[in-house]
């Protein structure tokens, strides 16, 4: 039964969504996916800075304002052209089993959405003691008070599966700038194949924001006649302030940036100091609060106040136990293949063809092989 709930979360997540593309594009954002990197790190950061000096409350009602006015000015301007709206309407009908579901996420409780509840309800936007996630990057946290304040937590999960729109639409662009001509579609399909995407995209969580901008990195250093730089040093910030674990996929396109463009490392030290600019706000508030900028992971290199040894031990020893400490790379990348619970042939034939577009004889080797 489609209730009144349901049209609300389903309109919430369109307006987020158009919002924050529109707010991007007004930033001077020129590809769909800088656009939804630099609406989203302005809409972070102004929702964070006003919920620190203010409160949460005045974060999400400020941010729901930017939200809204963006998202009236996107539907002015697009009200005579259907496609956009055909596209995005599409998209989150596809997406509106799985986002209108009950969370199931353990994250998505305690951080995801925990979180921003949390800060709502207490009226503090400070870190919680012994409440190691609220220590962690916040771009999407920050983001989801909107949703959360109106009382529509599911549209959180909304905003992510479109963060998988964005992504999918953005893989595509970037292989045919880069020459897979007919073959682009595969980048996409590639994406979709793997069940676990779905899955997670359909839940309240950030990774497919951390997906959307290391794709718009990708898409910002293969730019010709010469790297967007600015929006390389955004994407990468938006990624490293959204998790910590991007820092894997973010070192791959920095040691790209250094492969293929030696003689632009002032240009890449610039897009640098803007990725740590923009993803500033949690390490220089845990620095303050606690003397470590990455609290509390690495105490025994920079301690922080409120840890201790026996705190610490006991966070190693959950870490260990459940990624099973180094020995998980290679048992990991086995499990990532090996039916019936790893992606099967996916991995493979993702591979393969990986190996014949970077091989291929007769193509620009620099767009090819980025």
Request: hydrophobic share 60%; charged share 10%; with cysteine.
């Amino acid at each position: 039964m489609i209730t009144l709930h349901t049209i609300g979360v389903l309109a919430a997540t369109a307006a987020l969504a158009s919002g924050i593309a529109e707010l991007g594009r007004r930033l001077g954002g020129e590809s769909p996916a800088a656009r939804w990197v630099r609406g989203w790190t302005v809409l972070w950061w102004l929702m964070a800075v006003a919920a620190q000096l203010a409160s949460p409350a005045v974060a999400a009602v400020a941010g729901s304002l930017v939200v809204l006015v963006a998202f009236a000015a996107w539907g002015y301007r697009e009200r005579h052209v259907a496609r956009p709206w055909l596209l995005g309407g599409a998209a989150l009908l596809a997406g509106a089993p799985l986002i209108l579901c009950p969370p199931v996420f353990y994250d998505a409780l305690v951080y995801h959405l925990g979180l921003p509840w949390s800060w709502l309800v207490n009226g503090s936007f400070d870190p919680v003691p012994h409440h190691v996630f609220s220590h962690f990057p916040l771009a999407g946290q920050a983001v989801f008070l909107i949703p959360v304040g109106w009382g529509l937590p599911e549209a959180a999960a909304g905003l992510h599966w479109m963060c998988l729109g964005a992504t999918l639409a953005a893989s595509l662009r970037l292989a045919q700038r880069l020459g897979a001509g007919r073959w682009s579609i595969l980048a996409p399909l590639l994406l979709v194949g793997c069940w676990h995407l779905l899955w997670i995209a359909g839940q309240p969580a950030v990774d497919l924001l951390v997906s959307l901008a290391v794709v718009a990195a990708i898409e910002a250093l293969s730019a010709d006649p010469e790297p967007r730089w600015l929006d390389l040093g955004l994407a990468c910030g938006l990624a490293a302030a959204t998790k910590y674990p991007a820092a894997v996929p973010l070192a791959g396109v920095v040691l790209a940036a250094l492969l293929f463009f030696p003689g632009r490392w002032r240009r890449l030290a610039g897009a640098l100091a803007v990725a740590v600019a923009a993803a500033s706000f949690v390490p220089v508030r845990n620095l303050i609060t606690t003397g470590n900028p990455v609290y509390p992971l690495l105490w025994p290199l920079f301690g922080g106040s409120g840890w201790t040894a026996r705190d610490n031990a006991r966070w190693a020893s959950l870490v260990h136990e459940g990624v099973d400490g180094l020995a998980s790379l290679p048992s990991g990348l086995l499990r990532l293949v090996r039916p019936p619970d790893g992606l099967g042939w996916w991995v493979p034939v993702a591979a393969v063809l990986a190996l014949a577009a970077v091989l291929q004889p007769g193509v620009a080797a620099r767009g090819r092989r980025l």
